[in-house]
């Protein structure tokens, strides 16, 4: 079984910065996407950050040149640096992960999700 298991999160004071970590267990064949989503009280999730097998990033507006994502080689795990906080970036953030692994004898893609980690910046 394909589990991500999230790490940091907490309460920071606005201007403050917090490091989320993700890593991957269980039998996979190959994590083709990694990244992180958030959803505040009200509203949608949202895409935050992914990172794609080859080392391409995609970065959203409303966090780019503050948030930085980043897998470690050879490992299956993910890294989110959260610079320069905001209260609007307080939110539930989760793990993503498109993860091929080996089903009825042919390799298929999977979407997992991670448990998700509360991130509160208080103004």
């Known amino acids: 079984q394909v589990q991500l298991v999230e790490s940091g999160g907490g309460l920071v004071q606005a201007g403050g910065s917090l490091e989320l970590s993700c890593a991957v267990s269980?039998?996979?064949?190959?994590?083709?996407?990694l990244g992180w989503h958030r959803q505040a009280p009200g509203k949608e999730r949202e895409l935050v950050a992914v990172?794609?097998?080859?080392?391409?990033?995609h970065i959203a507006d409303a966090v780019k040149g503050r948030f930085t994502i980043s897998r470690k080689n050879g490992k299956n795990t993910v890294s989110l640096q959260m610079n320069n906080l905001r209260p609007e970036d307080t939110a539930v953030y989760y793990c993503?992960?498109?993860?091929?692994?080996?089903?009825?004898?042919?390799?298929?893609?999977?979407?997992?999700w991670g448990q998700g980690t509360q991130v509160t910046v208080s103004s």
């Open positions: 269980g039998s996979i064949y190959a994590v083709n996407a």
């Open positions: 993503n992960g498109q993860i091929s692994r080996w089903s009825n004898g042919d390799i298929q893609e999977y979407d997992y």
């Open positions: 990172t794609f097998t080859g080392g391409s990033t």
